[in-house]
């Protein structure tokens, strides 16, 4: 006979989505006004191609987790 099945729960509790949506949003809009600063202030000589990429890829990954925050919190379960 099978064990009965546990019901699947998230790892972070349903009061800290708004809380996390916030803040990873706030860090990701921060580090994509810092990479558009960066690219709009750096010559064609002193560019780095790692630190444009870095910063990129934080800020997106900031701002995907903040807008899944952001539905969960809204009642929008993806």
Excluded: Q
Excluded at 7 to 23: H, N, Q, R
């Amino acid at each position: 006979m099978a064990p009965p099945a546990k019901p699947i729960t998230s790892p972070v509790s349903d009061a800290w989505y708004p809380t996390l949506a916030v803040f990873m949003l706030a860090i990701g809009l921060v580090l994509t006004a810092s990479f558009f600063i960066y690219e709009a202030t750096s010559s064609k000589r002193n560019c780095s191609l790692a630190k444009e990429l870095t910063t990129g890829g934080v800020a997106s990954v900031f701002l995907g987790f903040g807008s899944l925050f952001l539905l969960l919190s809204a009642g929008v379960y993806v």
